[in-house]
């Protein structure tokens, strides 16, 4: 009797297997910003997405008036998604949820560099401080 209950309760966790939810959730300040996550576009801050493995994260962020922002993020998988531990969580028969939380700053442009005629006073002071002036004879 013991032995048959205890199969049953083996074959519904077979039949009934629990699943790992991946996330990562990106905010940005000033919020707004448009995301890509390794070349796609997941929409703007604040957003939520779903990832299939951990590693190595290609993540870029652009928005109107500010400096566009790219970086590399390094995610590592949590005890439990290691081998060969991994073959419990995926058997309960329940959802386990893991989310990521990346915050990135976003820097606003300089106002004097935006608008074309302080961008070349800008270049024409660089180009001054980097050419030494001409020797008068």
Same mark, same amino acid.
């Not at 300040?29 to 995301?35: F, N």
């Not at 590592?76 to 028969?93: N, S």
């Not at 939380?101 to 180009?127: M, N, T, Y």
């Given at each position: 009797?013991?032995? @048959? ?6 074959? @519904?966790?077979?039949?009934?297997? @629990? ?30 997405? @779903? ?87």
């Amino acid at each position: 009797m013991i032995r @048959g209950v205890g199969l049953v309760i083996i074959a @519904g966790l077979i039949a009934a297997p @629990g699943c790992l939810e991946r996330r990562i959730h990106i905010t940005s300040d000033p919020p707004g910003a448009l995301v890509w996550v390794n070349d796609a576009e997941v929409g703007r801050t604040p957003v939520t997405t @779903g990832f299939t493995y951990y590693g190595d994260f290609d993540v870029r962020t652009r928005k109107e008036g500010c400096e566009p922002v790219s970086t590399d993020r390094d995610q590592w998988a949590p005890i439990y998604e290691m081998a060969p531990i991994d073959l419990v969580p995926t058997a309960l028969p329940f959802t386990i949820q893991h989310t990521v939380e990346w915050h990135i700053d976003l820097k606003p442009v300089d106002p004097a560099l935006s608008e074309p005629e302080g961008l070349l006073a800008r270049a024409k002071d660089l180009r001054a401080q980097a050419v030494p002036a001409k020797p008068e004879k």
